[in-house]
T-cell receptor, first 115, second 115 residues
């Protein structure tokens, strides 16, 4: 059962454009929503994250929009650059019995920024 | 400060062979995780550990065993490898709950092929 659905699977955006990746979740117990960026041959790295008590978080060119009632969240990359070409994973998390965050990942979006 | 390191980077096994993947972190993190990454499926949690000497099952634990004898090391074992275990394996670690971040820090991955 895919608890976090991510779309699109792949995305091609012109340099300078806006890249938008969407995710939807089912479990209302999730309380932390990070986005991870992964370059080929590397491990994922945290890009930006949000908690459900806010509707938007912005860090530089990256913004998370969060809609709690719709159980959806999205990543917007403004002024997309070739260096942003990577695979992006959304995730949703809840605290485990021992306090650790248990992440459930989306299936990933391969983003390509073309000149 | 190397972060999270994984050994080996690549491995080819024959069906039925056994092997151990080693993960090491030098950030004094309490929690450690093993994930597998397969095309179109994102990252799925295999096992995790909330402290030295403790382990727990994740989403896809069958066919794997783990041990955490030292805080900085987390081992993933395959007792009898199967072709279905062909994947890229990622280790991650995160600090104790209640800290300023819930970030999971990922290693560079181990690409395993089972023939």
């Amino acid at each position: 059962q895919q608890q976090v659905k991510q779309s699109p699977q792949s995305l091609i955006v012109q340099k300078g454009g806006i890249s938008i990746i969407n995710c939807a979740y089912e479990n209302t117990a999730f309380d932390y929503f990070p986005w991870y960026q992964q370059f080929p041959g590397k491990g994922p790295a945290l890009l930006i994250a949000i908690r459900p008590d806010v509707s938007e978080k912005k860090e530089g060119r990256f913004t998370i929009s969060f809609n709690k009632s719709a159980k959806q969240f999205s990543l917007h990359i403004m002024d997309s650059q070739p260096g942003d070409s990577a695979t992006y994973f959304c995730a949703a998390s809840m605290r485990g019995n021992f306090g650790n965050e248990k992440l459930t990942f989306g299936t990933g979006t391969r983003l390509t920024i073309i000149p | 400060n190397a972060g999270v390191t994984q050994t080996p980077k690549f491995r080819v096994l024959k069906t039925g062979q056994s092997m151990t993947l080693l993960c090491a972190q030098d950030m004094n993190h309490e929690y450690m995780y093993w994930y597998r990454q397969d095309p179109g499926m994102g990252l799925r949690l295999i096992h995790y550990s909330v402290g030295e000497g403790t382990t727990a099952k994740g989403e896809v634990p069958d066919g794997y065993n783990v041990s955490r004898l030292k805080k900085q090391n987390f081992l993933l074992g395959l007792e009898s490898a199967a072709p279905s275990q062909t994947s890229v394996y990622f280790c991650a670690s995160s600090p104790f709950a209640g800290g300023s971040t819930d970030t999971q820090y990922f290693g560079p991955g181990t690409r395993l092929t089972v023939l």
